[in-house]
DNA sequence: CATGAATGAGCTTTCATTCAT
DNA sequence: GATGAATGAAAGCTCATTCAT
């Protein structure tokens, strides 16, 4: 009878992220989150202290499975080539996935100390594991070369999420190009 | 007896760029705003009908102060190089002097359409030049590459707002990293 | 055109009086205050900062009325009988005055530091001006015959303020109880 | 197997004690109550029916206390002036006692009527004790002498409760002040 | 043009109480 | 009897915007 445990959380946690991905953080009301999870809304303090805190448990959640995520695509590669293919897929596939979400990459609530941190160790981790791939195939300055491509991969975020018309073809050769363009740089492409 | 025409409107726009870059959109109050530029609240609705008017024209502003520094720039380059050179050293040293408001480049209110159109409108003002100057190099798919050089900058944004022991050297540091990654790749790299 | 200065400040303080005095602080909600000061909610804001602020204003007035009164009437007062009279009279009058707003004496919010701070500042002003007014008739340890004298009168409030048939005459009976108690004991009422 | 009849009832009203002396009725959640008492809060909604029930509760156990006791000590005595230095003892020494719960005697939930009326009672009950005892000594206007005498006991409630230097003999000394004053006035102070 | 007192819709959060287990 | 997760009404306070002066 009674549902999985950690059920409501979960179910809290679905409805904040299906809301506050479409209309941010601040347009979105305690109320509605509630409505939308289908409970009381008094029962969303019982599991999350304020509205901030519901924010960053949501985000949190999605910045851990986007590297778990990520490090089992690593595992799966193995030339530098395959690798950056893997972290460009991963990282344009996630931006295509919450295509209906596309608030969740805007307007929070950066006031809030603790989840500026925990936005921070994201960068970090996720920057960290690209580097340490890099190195590990022998690239100097490795650091800075892994935050460049994540650069490249982002700068295709806008693309993606605003633009409706946005294809699956269209996605393959944004991965291609910045593999390429990271590994041989533009000359290649001169006439 | 009255001022330069435009006076109050720069008053106005100058104590919003303040406080928006510093606390964000939500969190600076109009009250606020009027106290630092050190006129009546009523006055500021004579210059602009909303907060989000007052935000767009002042983001709009700094939009089309920073396009025409560019061009400037890209006018005295010739080479790829030195016009990669300009692109990148323009990117970066216009965060590094917009440190103190770092609130600048987060949550803006985007819920309002008209700002997001001109956001937009920002961003592909901004790659067409690019993409235009490395046409007239020779480069193929001169967009995404565009798309891409401003990508590899834009990522270091972080790193120049939030770390306070960042030198202009860092600064200059990344400007020839990313210049030499986007030309050569990151081949030149390895061991 | 305008009203008195102060107009609205004592608005508010008249209908927080009145309702604060019947219901009791908890059970009044800002928002009756506003609608009894014929005023919007946001507006008692603009003159107190919180609705303890506004209760401890309100209190604050009543306590300077009552003191002020006080020394009017001791003024006109020459002789220890005369003036205990007038100590008496003062204070059960102003109770009697006061029959419609019995909350007033109950359900402080007592939790509030400042506002017992107040609560004991006035005690202690009260005390003293009947204390220095014994010492001047030559009695020994003022001050706890000070305080006896108002806690006999004190212990009357009850009946005031809550037996609805209480009377003029009962209270000028009770004066006199008490000034011919605290002046001569009780012995004098013995068979 | 289960304790003692009333065992629950008890640990309840102990806890509801100490949370409604130290913080007031509003300040004192039924939450922390349940905690307090180790038991849960569903279990405290089988004993009383709601909150102002549970302290009208335990505020009735209190007063029958108070007036057991007194009865006790009324016994004891035999003259006036032992009858008198009896009800001063037991009054100034009951505040004294309960010196750790100041806020027993501020902050009831007063628009809750059947309280009021217990309060009422209660009043009635001990000014009625020792009117009793007045009259049987011979004393004309009992009620209003029994009444004067606890009002001039009562006032010292403010010193002992917040005083935190109070002494015993402090306590001592306002006791037999009180008990002279009564029975022989202020004449015997004047120099 | 400029002002700033006044407005009131709207939000987060609390907590006494219920009831299925 | 005992539990504690769930409820939802209710209230203090904020702040963008207006408009009489």
């Not at 100097?140 to 693309?159: N, P, R, T, W, Y």
């Not at 993606?160 to 294809?167: A, K, P």
């Amino acid at each position: 009878m009674s549902a999985a445990p950690g059920d409501k959380w979960t179910l809290i946690l679905d409805a904040a992220y299906r809301l506050f991905g479409t209309k941010g953080f601040y347009e979105t009301k305690m109320s509605e989150i509630a409505d939308e999870a289908g409970i009381a809304k008094g029962t969303l303090y019982l599991y999350f202290s304020s509205k901030e805190e519901l924010f960053m448990a949501m985000t949190k959640r999605d910045h851990d499975r986007f590297l778990g995520k990520l490090d089992q695509m690593l595992e799966q590669s193995e030339s530098l080539q395959e690798q950056l293919r893997a972290v460009a897929d991963h990282h344009l596939t996630y931006y295509f996935g919450v295509k209906r979400y596309p608030r969740l990459f805007f307007q929070a609530p950066n006031n809030d100390q603790a989840l500026m941190e925990m936005m921070h160790a994201f960068r970090r981790t996720y920057m960290a594991k690209v580097a340490s791939m890099l190195e590990r195939a022998g690239i100097e300055e490795a650091q800075m070369h892994g935050a460049s491509f994540i650069g490249m991969l982002d700068v295709f975020k806008m693309d993606i999420l605003t633009n409706n018309n946005f294809t699956e073809a269209d996605l393959q050769h944004r991965i291609q190009f910045a593999v390429r363009l990271f590994h041989d740089g533009c000359r290649g492409a001169r006439d």
